[in-house]
């Protein structure tokens, strides 16, 4: 493998979902136990930022049903550790992120968490989730600060109640 700066970023989307004043936030099947992130995929070629939405919330979840809010203005670009990077066939750099934020429309029961990726997933309230995703912040550069500027950005939208 040559130099790990070379490779190319990964093209990402990370969905905020939310159902009322609860938001979703997943952990993957081989990370910490304390490591919490929203749901997330790679944007596949060809593949549109709204196909990748429907087709990772299904893959890791089983949504189907659900509204896709508003996309942020703000991204994250981050790099992954050696390791990681290794792990995922040295391929990719790291990752580029989109934000979007999802209203989940279904009943809690339709939500059934592909074990093979996902080891649980959680509903948690805004005021928890700067808490809940902190873990993470370490590997994916600026994450933390940007859910809180996109939190900050979505505050004022219709259709996001109690922000």
């Known amino acids: 493998m040559g ?8 093209n990402n ?12 936030v997943v952990q993957l099947a081989d990370w910490k136990k304390n490591w919490w992130k929203f749901p ?3 944007i596949d070629d060809g593949e549109s930022d709204e196909e990748t939405i429907k087709r990772e919330l299904f893959e890791e979840l089983n949504i189907r049903n ?16 050696p390791e990681l990077q290794l792990k995922r066939g040295a391929k990719w750099r790291g990752q580029f992120q989109k934000f979007y934020l999802v209203e ?4 809690e029961s339709e ?6 990726e996902i080891r649980k997933y959680k509903w948690i309230g805004k005021s928890e989730i700067a808490t809940v995703i902190s873990g993470i912040a370490a590997l ?12 900050w950005e979505f505050q ?3 259709n996001v109640k109690d922000f």
């Open 3 to 10: 130099k790990t700066g070379t490779l190319p970023y990964r």
């Open 40 to 42: 997330q995929g790679g």
């Open 140 to 151: 994916s550069g600026d994450y933390k600060n940007i859910i809180e500027k996109i939190l």
């Open 66 to 81: 659900f509204k896709i809010v508003g996309k942020s203005k703000y991204t994250n670009r981050y790099d992954w550790p």
């Open 104 to 107: 989940f429309m279904g009943e």
């Open 156 to 158: 004022a939208t219709p």
């Open 13 to 24: 989307i990370s969905c905020i979902l939310f159902k009322g004043d609860r938001f979703l």
């Open 111 to 116: 939500i059934k968490n592909n074990i093979e």
